[in-house]
């Protein structure tokens, strides 16, 4: 594998290689060069297959990582590419020309991030979130709770417990509270 | 009288006047030129009319001696009628070509010398005159086709004189070889001397000469140079050339008849009638019109030619009259039909078939027009009818079968080119280039008109005048003059006339045929109200109806096979045409017509075999006792043509469907019943003894059955509204056919009132239809849907008539099912009635499909402001509803009479208690069950009327979902492919095996004749090898 | 007894459609339809209790919990209670556990296509106020604030047993003429409608889906 | 005589190989004057009666001998007729190779095939 | 004759009364029988009753439109319809119903009348649900009237008569007359139709609940409903009584027609727990498969 990565290393810019597993190798790439390096995977490394394509807000970087994971089913061998983006205008190229199931992904991306994949089909249809007018709810800078309140109607009385010490002093009382 | 030899002096003397002396003439010249025609044409009719009052033929001997020193013209009654006719056409010719002679004056001399010609050619008796006159009527015409001077024209030209000029070779030596062994040229003599014409010498002789003579009429394969002379010469001279010409050579041919030997007698029918079928069969891939007629003229020619060798020579027609209409029927109507079709043409600017559309913006010529196609189709009124008739008759007499098939099957390639050009006129887009003249229309309007007269002469001659067969045509050309009487009235004068024809023919009807007046007459009146609602002159819709309503009435009184076949043909046509105007593209008409000519056909063909076996067309006897299959397979399955029975039912659906919407009820409902007529006619005449047993009858039977499935089958796979109607009579008609095959009381009875049902329903279906279309303006089911809100009164109608057409109790239609069955296990015929049952469950199908995807489901955002059918289309559904309803109630008020009127044939199986009916197997009480069954139904409905209170209506999207809500109606409603399943079950049954079979043969007789008329190559030499070809083979045909 | 209809606009004004589709759905209002008196409608009572058809439809992970139900081990058909697959016909919703807002629009949907009377069980505990989804930007809270709920069966999930427990407490309910919570809804009706509008943004239904 | 027959037989065939395999027409018309010629030849040698002379009344003949002394004299008036239309013939045919040859520039009979099916 | 009428009208009402409770008394039996099969102890044997109460006892209903409302009505009378033209009980007065007023033929195609009512109303309540299930109803149902019609026209043969009293007369007289053993091929026939007329698995995708909710009755609820339930009664009670008239030799008296009609319900319930379901186009083809070739069978061997 690591072969692969040199052959790689030759004509992108891959930094960050980092081996999570025997089988799973992560590397980020810039994004300009993005796009083009999953072609060239798809199409003469045989990574047929697009198993994911996510979205992590590293709202303090003022990012977007994108992470694209492939997966090459000769070796048994995948992939993931994490790509840096801008967080205030988040766009990318779209690669539902190379796998049509992408558009899902990115139709999820838009509604949950508000990442934009331009031409990218229905990309702007509702996704799970019929109607959504506030800021994409999985944007860290949403605060879920204080919507929650403000839109439904939370019934009052309610107690929350750590399930686990909750469980633990209900099923062993003796211990008493702490531990 | 003038003597006949004064022809030949004044018009050379003419020509030669005008030629030398045209300077001075000036404006005599035209003058001159007509008084001289009228001269010739003046000459011949007062020996006419001596010849006909029983004055004896006349002899002229040029310079005073006998034959045969000397030359001898004959005027008899043949002669002085074909030269009366010939220089009529003559002077009808000329002044249509009087602006082609405008400037030039070699174009009159030599027409007089051509006209002088032809006349000499009938009269003279004498061989080597007939060469001469030959060749002068050919040069001049070489020099008259040149006069134009296309480069066309002149390779034509050319190719003509070589042909013609091997042919007077091979006519000078023939001649001068039967002159060397009877030494004589008086054809008279020769003849009467034939036994001097022996050896091989006198073999070849005859066939040098019959060689020669065949080439001058044009016959296959040795008439390549004549097609380009119809094409490339001007229209006028073609049609003198189609019409004079060839009838003078024809009539040459005919003087030498006897002179053959038998053989070579057979050979010349042989070739005369090939030249018929494959002149048609090449004629079916031609597209310029010059050249169709070409094709056409010498068709007719060789028919001419083989039928007089085949009636005259092999086997002698007694009777002078029979051969006047075959024979003089024939010429006069080919040389008036095919001039006048010429003297169009030369109006009209394009080449093409299709450029000829332009007619359509002149309708009086569009009407001649199609009366010169109908004439040379051998339609009525025309006096090729007549000879068409007459012509199968005699030939089946003779029991020359394969030869009336040949003729047969040329007529109906004919009548396929013919009336695929008529469509293409109609349908095809309009042109513009054409130039009218009042000198070229005088002639095309008197030709047409004398054809009328001479076809009623024949009539008379052949019937017996009969006032009845005429009227029809008489009212609907009235009509038709009454031009600028708005549609409605019309339609209503058309009710009135249907209504009063019916008044006094109801009075001379009896039993089965006052029923079927019935059918015929009120119930198309009734029908006739929807066409109220059209706006509109509608020319000839009308009149069209007019002539096929009082035709149905004559095919009911008409007491010889002759009056049943012209009211048959009539109709068939008058349909044909009818049906043209309602669609928008010509095959179908065309389908429908080629299908019901052959139909006739088969009719005519089984007429003429009883004709033949009987001896007299009397209809109450068909055939005797050995003759009957062939009589009985012949009728029936004309019939069956007519009824749309599976195999050749590919014409109906598109007849029933794309005919206009106010005329589908009448031509399904009422139209198809006359194929009934006919299947029950034939039953009834072919005499009981064979009829009630052959195992015939089962063949028909499964056919009908088959019928009665497969159109229930296709109707349930249909989109189109109308082509499900279409489809669902095939079927209904189907059960007809099996009711009728089953010759018994119960099944008769059945069928009868079958068919009543069924005009009733489908009538109420096709009127509904027409009203939605109107309303809607398409016929796609799935496009409809949810329209009981807007038509409630429609949707009452088809509802009811849907229950009725698949035999739900309690209404009428259930009776027709009860009769069915009882009548086919009576007769044991157990498997065709599990069969008809299957047919009757999938028409179920349908007729759910129907009313579903029109009038419920989901209501189109598009059709959301239609408004009711109108008026006219409700008024006759609902009056139909009320007979349904009250043949429900009491059914016995039809079933009785009908079942009356059958106990007249065959002793009645069916019994009655009360209301109750009784058959040898069931019961039926039709009162009682609508009694309970209304009964039955008011319980409930009452209960759930108590809570209508509770009841909130809703719209149409308010429906159970969950997940989505519904996205438009056009998604929402169910109905495009409603029976995918049936489709993957049983589609196969559907694959359209019969228009696949139709389309092969179809396209094998085109290709066919693609390959064939590769002889005529266009080269001049080649046509002279041909020639030279014929010879030869008429040499190894002929034995010598 | 309850509200007089009349003070109330009988039509809806469907705003949520689009003009060219308001004629599909119909816009009537729903009306609040008395009971009878006395022992008839006791014994109607008795028969709507004994013969209780459920609308099979999932809403959530409580709907695995629903199948058991119609097993040899449980047999709920004893009581009378029968899974029916259209609205139209049930005479009770099953709320299965945490909604969503998508869910809770077909869920009312399907809801106000039943026919009077008609009730509603709502399972677990993120049916009462969110549950374990309390804070999460799509799950509702409380679900009596959008329709009128007859029995809340607490867990997460709650077993069968406890199912059958609810819908005998339902039969209880129905016998004694309490669950009329069709009526609540159309008195109510107004109110029910602006929370549901509330949190239900792009509203492209009829106001009330008869 | 018999040799004239055959001779004109043998112009005969000669004209038809002419018109049958000459593609140019001004040697197809010279074919057809050819076999007129031959017809002509066997029109008159049929008519020939060995020892008889041409059929023209000279002073001296009885009306009643004619037919012993003549050869039959008909043959010799259609020669005579047939000679004159064939001369027509050849005439026409040769105005049409002009005319055709005005239009076409080409006398090859294999041109003339714009006409054709 | 004003007596007579209203007389054999009361018959037909008692007749009736008898086939309506008997009727539902057999569907809740067969409900408990198939959950006893399934292991279970089943609804009550009175559950149909309870529910039809329960559908009449809601207090809405919507309508879509007229022959919305008039489907279900079809249907009921479409169904008593067919149950009065059927002698029920031989011999008897009170059961011998409207049987006079037409013969085996009227009742074949009596059933098509609320088979249409039915299509039309479900037809217009504009569900594509409902279009789509009758669309597949109607179908089948053509594919399992031929092997039914070639049974019935093998039983025409048999007993020269479409009078259902005449064959079960020719039936009486011992258990060896019934068409079941004189004519089995024709009885078998007929009794596959019935498979497909009962529309229980495996010829049930017209309802298939869990694809087009419930087929035909989609939108239909509330008393609307309660019509239909009834009508599956009397529908269902009168098929087998015709069955039972034709090849088990009819009934004389009420207990017989119980015993028979359970015995003839209980095939098909017995098919329908132990087989899953044919898509149409299979029942299609099914049905014009083997039964038919059984009920030609039964024709030619009859008309030997």
Same mark, same amino acid.
């Given at each position: 594998m690591t072969k692969l990565i040199d052959r790689l290393k030759a004509n992108f810019r891959i930094k960050n290689v980092t081996m999570q597993r025997a089988d799973l190798i992560f590397l980020t790439v810039p994004e300009k060069q993005a796009v083009s390096l999953i072609t060239y995977l798809r199409n003469q490394e045989n990574f047929s297959h697009l198993v994911f394509l996510t979205a992590v807000d590293w709202i303090e970087e003022n990012k977007f990582q994108l992470n694209y994971m492939l997966h090459n089913h000769g070796f048994n061998f995948s992939l993931g590419i994490r790509v840096m983006i801008n967080r205030q205008k988040p766009v990318m190229t779209s690669i539902h020309h190379l796998w049509e199931h992408a558009s899902t992904y990115q139709r999820e991306l838009k509604e949950m991030f508000g990442i934009d994949f331009p031409g990218s089909p229905e990309i702007d249809q509702n996704f799970i979130l019929e109607g959504w007018e506030d800021i994409p709810p999985l944007r860290r800078d949403f605060d879920t709770l204080k919507y929650s309140e403000r839109t439904y109607f939370p019934r009052t009385g309610r107690k929350s417990h750590d399930p686990r010490k909750f469980m633990k002093s209900k099923i062993y009382p003796e211990q008493g509270e702490e531990r | 009288?003038?003597?006949?030899?004064?022809?030949?002096?004044?018009? $050379?003397?003419?020509?030669?006047?005008?030629?030398?002396?045209?300077?001075?003439?000036?404006?005599?010249?035209?003058?001159?030129?007509?008084?001289?025609?009228?001269?010739?044409?003046?000459?011949?009719?007062?020996?006419?009319?001596?010849?006909? +009052?029983?004055?004896?033929?006349?002899?002229?001997?040029?310079?005073?001696?006998?034959?045969?020193?000397?030359?001898?013209?004959?005027?008899?009654?043949?002669?002085?009628?074909?030269?009366?006719?010939?220089?009529?056409?003559?002077?009808?010719?000329?002044?249509?070509?009087?602006?082609?002679?405008?400037?030039?004056?070699?174009?009159?001399?030599?027409?007089?010398?051509?006209?002088?010609?032809?006349?000499?050619?009938?009269?003279?008796?004498?061989?080597?005159?007939?060469?001469?006159?030959?060749?002068?009527?050919?040069?001049?015409?070489?020099?008259?086709?040149?006069?134009?001077?296309?480069?066309?024209?002149?390779?034509?030209?050319?190719?003509?004189?070589?042909?013609?000029?091997?042919?007077?070779?091979?006519?000078?030596?023939?001649? #001068?070889?039967?002159?060397?062994?009877?030494?004589?040229?008086?054809?008279?003599?020769?003849?009467?001397?034939?036994?001097?014409?022996?050896?091989?010498?006198?073999?070849?002789?005859?066939?040098?000469?019959?060689?020669?003579?065949?080439?001058?009429? +044009?016959?296959?394969?040795?008439?390549?140079?004549?097609?380009?002379?119809?094409?490339? %010469?001007? $229209?006028?001279?073609?049609?003198?050339?189609?019409?004079?010409?060839?009838?003078?050579?024809?009539?040459?041919?005919?003087?030498?008849?006897?002179?053959? !030997?038998? &053989?070579? %007698?057979?050979?010349?029918?042989?070739?005369?009638?090939?030249?018929?079928?494959?002149?048609?069969?090449?004629?079916?891939?031609?597209?310029?019109?010059?050249?169709?007629?070409?094709?056409?003229?010498?068709?007719?020619?060789?028919?001419?030619?083989?039928?007089?060798?085949?009636?005259?020579?092999?086997?002698?027609?007694?009777?002078?009259?029979?051969?006047?209409?075959?024979?003089?029927?024939?010429?006069?109507?080919?040389?008036?039909? +095919?001039?006048?079709?010429?003297?169009? *043409?030369?109006?009209?600017?394009?080449?093409?078939?299709?450029?000829?559309?332009?007619?359509?913006?002149?309708?009086?010529?569009?009407?001649?027009?199609?009366?010169?196609?109908?004439?040379?189709?051998?339609?009525?009124?025309?006096?090729?009818? =007549?000879?068409?008739?007459?012509?199968?008759?005699?030939?089946?007499?003779?029991?020359?079968?394969? =030869?009336?098939?040949?003729?047969?099957?040329?007529?109906?390639?004919?009548?396929?080119?013919?009336?695929?050009?008529?469509?293409?006129?109609?349908?095809?887009?309009?042109?513009?280039?054409?130039?009218?003249?009042?000198?070229?229309?005088?002639?095309?309007?008197?030709?047409?008109?004398?054809?009328?007269?001479?076809?009623?002469?024949?009539?008379?001659?052949? !019937?017996?005048?009969?006032?009845?067969?005429?009227?029809?045509?008489?009212?609907?050309?009235?009509?038709?003059?009454?031009?600028?009487?708005?549609?409605?009235?019309?339609?209503?004068?058309?009710?009135?006339?249907?209504?009063?024809?019916?008044?006094?023919?109801?009075?001379?009807?009896?039993?089965?045929?006052?029923?079927?007046? #019935?059918?015929?007459?009120?119930? *198309?009146?009734?029908?006739?109200?929807?066409?109220?609602?059209?706006?509109?002159?509608?020319?000839?819709?009308?009149?069209?109806?007019?002539?096929?309503?009082?035709?149905?009435?004559?095919?009911?009184?008409?007491?010889?096979?002759?009056?049943?076949?012209?009211? =048959?043909?009539?109709?068939? @046509?008058?349909?044909?045409?009818?049906?043209?105007?309602?669609?928008?593209?010509?095959?179908?008409?065309?389908?429908?017509? @080629?299908?019901?000519?052959?139909?006739?056909?088969?009719?005519?063909?089984?007429?003429?075999?009883?004709?033949?076996?009987?001896?007299?067309?009397?209809?109450?006897?068909?055939? !005797?006792?050995?003759?009957?299959?062939?009589?009985?397979?012949?009728?029936?399955?004309?019939?069956?043509?007519?009824?749309?029975? @599976?195999?050749?039912?590919?014409?109906?659906?598109?007849?029933?469907?794309?005919?206009?919407?106010?005329?589908?009820?009448?031509? &399904?409902?009422?139209?198809?019943?006359?194929?009934?007529?006919?299947?029950?006619?034939?039953?009834?005449?072919?005499? +009981?003894?064979?009829?009630?047993?052959?195992?015939?009858?089962?063949?028909?039977?499964?056919?009908?059955?088959?019928?009665?499935?497969?159109?229930?089958?296709?109707?349930?796979?249909?989109?189109?509204?109308?082509?499900?109607?279409?489809?669902? %009579?095939?079927?209904?008609?189907?059960? #007809?056919?099996?009711?009728?095959?089953?010759?018994?009381?119960l099944g008769w009875t059945a069928a009868l009132y079958l068919a009543f049902n069924h005009i009733f329903f489908k009538g109420i279906l096709f009127l509904a239809a027409a009203g939605i279309i109107q309303r809607l303006g398409t016929r796609k089911m799935y496009e409809m849907g949810g329209l009981i809100n807007r038509m409630p009164l429609s949707f009452l109608a088809v509802l009811i008539s849907i229950i009725a057409l698949s035999g739900v109790p309690p209404l009428s239609g259930f009776g027709s099912k009860w009769l069915l069955y009882n009548a086919l296990l009576e007769k044991e015929w157990y498997l065709q009635a599990a069969l008809a049952f299957f047919a009757s469950t999938v028409a179920f199908l349908y007729c759910f499909r129907l009313i579903h995807s029109i009038f419920l489901g989901q209501e189109k955002t598009r059709f959301r402001q239609v408004k009711e059918a109108s008026l006219w289309f409700l008024i006759p559904q609902y009056v139909l509803i009320a007979l349904i309803m009250l043949i429900s109630l009491f059914p016995n008020i039809i079933i009785e009479p009908i079942a009356q009127v059958m106990a007249d044939f065959i002793p009645a199986t069916l019994s009655w208690e009360g209301n109750t009916l009784m058959s040898s197997l069931g019961y039926w009480n039709g009162n009682v069950i609508m009694i309970i069954t209304m009964g039955v139904f008011m319980i409930p409905l009452i209960g759930l009327l108590l809570r209508v209170r509770s009841m909130q209506k809703v719209k149409q999207f308010n429906i159970v979902y969950a997940a989505e809500r519904p996205d438009k109606p056009e998604t929402t409603h169910v109905a495009h492919n409603f029976f995918p399943h049936y489709q993957k079950a049983l589609g196969f049954l559907v694959t359209p095996l019969v228009s696949k079979f139709w389309a092969a043969v179809s396209e094998w007789c085109h290709t066919i004749a693609g390959v064939l008329r590769n002889i005529y190559t266009g080269n001049g030499q080649t046509y002279a090898l041909h020639i030279v070809f014929m010879v030869v083979l008429i040499y190894i045909l002929a034995g010598v | 007894m309850l509200k007089n209809q009349e003070n109330q606009p009988q039509k809806l004004a469907n705003a949520g459609l689009p003009e060219h589709e308001k004629y599909l759905f119909c816009d009537a209002r729903p009306r609040i339809r008395h009971p009878f008196k006395g022992f008839w409608e006791k014994f109607l009572n008795w028969a709507r209790a004994n013969s209780i058809w459920m609308l099979a439809y999932g809403t959530g992970c409580g709907a695995i919990e629903l199948r058991p139900l119609m097993t040899a081990r449980y047999d709920v058909f004893r009581y009378g209670i029968a899974p029916r697959p259209t609205p139209r016909q049930s005479s009770v919703i099953i709320i299965g556990g945490y909604c969503s807002v998508k869910t809770l629009k077909r869920i009312i949907r399907s809801y106000e296509q039943m026919q009077n009377p008609k009730f509603v069980l709502a399972l677990g505990s993120c049916t009462i106020n969110g549950g374990m989804y309390w804070d999460s930007y799509n799950t509702i809270n409380r679900i009596d604030a959008y329709i009128p709920v007859d029995i809340y069966i607490a867990g997460c999930m709650p077993r069968p047993e406890a199912i059958i427990a609810g819908f005998k407490k339902l039969k209880q309910l129905i016998k004694s003429g309490k669950a009329e919570g069709a009526n609540l809804y159309a008195e109510n009706f107004d109110w029910y409608k602006a929370n549901q509008k509330k949190i239900i943004k792009d509203w492209n239904m009829p106001d009330y889906n008869w | 005589m018999r040799e004239m027959a055959f001779l004109g037989f043998a112009l005969v065939l000669l004209g038809f190989w002419a018109m049958l395999t000459r593609k140019n027409i001004l040697r197809i018309i010279i074919g057809f004057t050819i076999i007129d010629s031959g017809i002509h030849l066997i029109i008159v040698n049929l008519g020939y009666l060995p020892g008889r002379t041409a059929p023209i009344l000279e002073k001296g003949m009885r009306v009643g001998d004619l037919s012993k002394h003549f050869v039959d004299p008909i043959p010799s008036a259609l020669v005579l007729t047939a000679i004159v239309i064939g001369l027509a013939v050849t005439a026409l045919m040769l105005v049409y190779a002009v005319r055709i040859y005005e239009r076409k520039r080409t006398l090859n009979i294999d041109k003339y095939r714009e006409l054709k099916w | 004759m004003l007596q007579e009428t209203v007389t054999i009208i009361a018959y037909a009402f008692i007749s009736l009364l008898v086939i309506t409770i008997y009727g539902l008394t057999l569907n809740g039996l067969v409900m408990k029988i198939v959950a006893r099969v399934h292991g279970r102890f089943g609804p009550p044997l009175w559950q149909p009753f309870i529910d039809i109460i329960k559908n009449n006892a809601k207090r809405t209903m919507i309508y879509h439109g007229t022959m919305f409302f008039l489907g279900p009505v079809f249907r009921i009378a479409g169904g008593i319809g067919t149950y009065l033209f059927i002698p029920a009980i031989h011999g008897s007065e009170v059961f011998a119903n409207f049987s006079f007023s037409g013969d085996l033929l009227l009742v074949m195609y009596f059933f098509f009348f609320g088979q249409l009512g039915m299509a039309l109303g479900a037809g217009e309540s504009g569900h594509p649900y409902s279009a789509i299930a009758v669309s597949r109803g109607l179908a089948q149902m053509t594919a399992f009237e031929v092997p039914f019609a070639l049974s019935v026209i093998s039983l025409a043969i048999q007993y020269q008569t479409l009078s259902i009293t005449g064959i079960v007369s020719a039936q009486q007289g011992g258990i060896l007359h019934w068409t079941v053993f004189t004519n089995p091929l024709a009885t078998v026939a007929a009794l596959i139709a019935l498979l497909g007329m009962n529309m229980h698995s495996p010829f049930d995708i017209v309802l298939a609940p869990q694809e087009i909710p419930i087929g035909p009755p989609t939108e239909f609820h509330s008393a609307y409903l309660g019509l239909l339930q009834t009508n599956r009664a009397i529908f269902n009670l009168a098929k087998l009584v015709l069955f039972m008239n034709l090849y088990f030799g009819g009934a004389t008296n009420i207990l017989i027609l119980i015993i028979k009609t359970f015995s003839i319900y209980m095939l098909s319930v017995i098919v329908g727990v132990s087989f899953p379901r044919f898509r149409t186009e299979q029942s299609i083809r099914f049905f014009l498969g083997i039964p038919t070739i059984l009920g030609i069978l039964a024709v030619i061997f009859q008309k030997l």
């Open positions: - | 009288m003038v003597e006949p030899i004064y022809l030949f002096i004044i018009l $050379p003397v003419a020509a030669f006047l005008m030629g030398s002396l045209h300077q001075h003439l000036n404006r005599w010249q035209v003058f001159i030129f007509f008084t001289v025609l009228l001269f010739s044409f003046y000459l011949p009719i007062p020996w006419l009319i001596h010849l006909l +009052k029983g004055g004896s033929t006349a002899q002229v001997f040029t310079a005073g001696f006998l034959p045969p020193i000397s030359i001898n013209l004959q005027i008899g009654i043949e002669e002085a009628f074909l030269m009366t006719i010939i220089n009529l056409l003559g002077i009808m010719g000329a002044f249509y070509l009087l602006h082609h002679f405008r400037g030039t004056v070699y174009g009159p001399i030599l027409y007089l010398v051509f006209i002088m010609g032809l006349n000499g050619i009938i009269m003279t008796r004498d061989l080597f005159n007939l060469f001469v006159f030959m060749e002068i009527t050919s040069i001049s015409l070489y020099s008259l086709i040149t006069l134009s001077g296309s480069s066309e024209n002149l390779t034509a030209g050319f190719k003509y004189i070589i042909a013609s000029g091997i042919a007077s070779i091979l006519f000078l030596i023939g001649t #001068i070889y039967l002159y060397y062994l009877t030494g004589t040229l008086n054809i008279d003599v020769m003849i009467a001397s034939g036994y001097k014409i022996v050896g091989p010498a006198g073999s070849i002789a005859l066939i040098m000469l019959l060689s020669a003579i065949i080439v001058e009429l +044009k016959q296959f394969p040795v008439n390549g140079w004549a097609l380009d002379i119809y094409t490339a %010469s001007d $229209p006028g001279i073609a049609a003198i050339i189609a019409g004079g010409s060839s009838s003078a050579m024809f009539f040459a041919a005919y003087k030498l008849l006897p002179l053959w !030997s038998p &053989s070579l %007698s057979s050979i010349i029918a042989g070739i005369g009638i090939m030249t018929y079928v494959l002149m048609n069969l090449m004629g079916l891939k031609q597209v310029k019109a010059n050249r169709l007629l070409g094709y056409s003229s010498i068709a007719q020619i060789g028919l001419l030619v083989g039928l007089s060798a085949l009636l005259l020579h092999s086997t002698p027609v007694t009777g002078l009259t029979t051969i006047w209409i075959i024979l003089g029927g024939l010429l006069i109507n080919h040389l008036l039909a +095919k001039a006048g079709l010429f003297w169009i *043409s030369g109006l009209i600017k394009g080449e093409s078939l299709s450029s000829w559309s332009v007619l359509r913006k002149y309708p009086s010529l569009l009407f001649i027009f199609a009366c010169l196609l109908m004439a040379l189709a051998g339609l009525p009124p025309f006096p090729g009818f =007549w000879v068409k008739w007459n012509i199968a008759m005699q030939l089946a007499q003779h029991k020359q079968f394969l =030869w009336l098939g040949f003729i047969m099957l040329g007529t109906l390639l004919e009548a396929v080119y013919f009336f695929r050009w008529f469509g293409l006129i109609m349908k095809s887009e309009l042109t513009t280039g054409i130039r009218v003249r009042i000198s070229s229309l005088l002639p095309i309007f008197t030709g047409t008109f004398l054809m009328f007269f001479i076809s009623l002469t024949m009539m008379n001659l052949l !019937s017996g005048f009969n006032f009845n067969m005429l009227l029809p045509i008489l009212i609907a050309t009235l009509i038709f003059a009454l031009k600028l009487i708005p549609g409605k009235l019309k339609a209503l004068m058309t009710i009135f006339i249907i209504m009063f024809y019916f008044y006094f023919l109801l009075p001379e009807l009896s039993g089965l045929y006052r029923l079927f007046a #019935i059918i015929f007459f009120p119930l *198309s009146a009734l029908f006739m109200i929807a066409a109220m609602n059209k706006p509109g002159y509608r020319n000839g819709y009308f009149e069209l109806l007019i002539l096929i309503v009082l035709s149905l009435g004559n095919l009911l009184t008409s007491h010889t096979s002759l009056q049943f076949f012209y009211s =048959w043909e009539v109709i068939t @046509v008058a349909t044909y045409l009818i049906i043209l105007r309602g669609v928008k593209r010509f095959d179908t008409a065309l389908l429908y017509l @080629v299908f019901s000519l052959a139909g006739a056909l088969m009719i005519l063909a089984g007429f003429s075999y009883s004709y033949a076996v009987t001896g007299s067309t009397f209809l109450g006897i068909l055939g !005797s006792s050995n003759s009957q299959i062939t009589i009985y397979i012949l009728l029936v399955g004309g019939f069956l043509i007519k009824t749309g029975a @599976v195999g050749v039912h590919i014409w109906l659906p598109g007849a029933y469907a794309e005919t206009e919407d106010d005329f589908s009820p009448i031509i &399904s409902a009422i139209l198809s019943k006359t194929g009934i007529l006919g299947l029950l006619l034939v039953l009834l005449l072919m005499g +009981k003894s064979f009829a009630a047993n052959t195992e015939l009858n089962t063949i028909l039977g499964w056919i009908g059955v088959l019928t009665a499935f497969l159109g229930a089958l296709f109707a349930i796979f249909q989109e189109d509204l109308k082509y499900m109607l279409a489809y669902s %009579s095939m079927g209904q008609v189907g059960y #007809i056919v099996l009711a009728l095959a089953l010759y018994s009381h | - | - | -």
